[in-house]
């Protein structure tokens, strides 16, 4: 079992800046994508980032250019890094990894609040 732990949330004003960490600890098998996730008060969950073992990335259209999702294999430790944030960039930010044995796993989240 993967245990996965957000970190990097909190109070932003509109164009600031925030890292997110996503630490992965536990019986794991090789991780072959870590994503990052977003759920927005009274939506549902949505897909943000994903970077394979191989550093291939994808973003949502709604994000790319500002975030940029970037891991470290070797200390299985990925990172969010935000910029331009806006209003509605606000949410909780999941952590996701699928390990090479299919299993995926998710953090509790951290709450990002974009406000003046």
């Known amino acids: 079992q993967v245990q996965l732990v957000e970190s990097g949330g909190g109070l932003v004003q509109p164009g600031g800046s925030l890292r997110l960490s996503c630490a992965a600890s536990g019986s794991i098998f090789s991780i072959v994508s870590m994503d990052w996730y977003r759920q927005a008060p009274g939506k549902e969950r949505e897909f943000v980032a994903s970077?394979?073992?191989?550093?291939?990335?994808n973003y949502a259209d709604s994000v790319k250019g500002r975030f940029t999702i970037s891991r470290d294999n070797a200390k299985n430790t990925g990172w969010l890094h935000m910029n331009g944030l806006k209003p509605e960039d606000t949410g909780v930010y999941y952590c996701k990894v699928t390990e090479s044995n299919y299993m995926a796993s998710w953090g509790k989240g951290t709450l990002v609040t974009v406000s003046s």
């Open positions: 970077i394979s073992k191989y550093s291939n990335t």
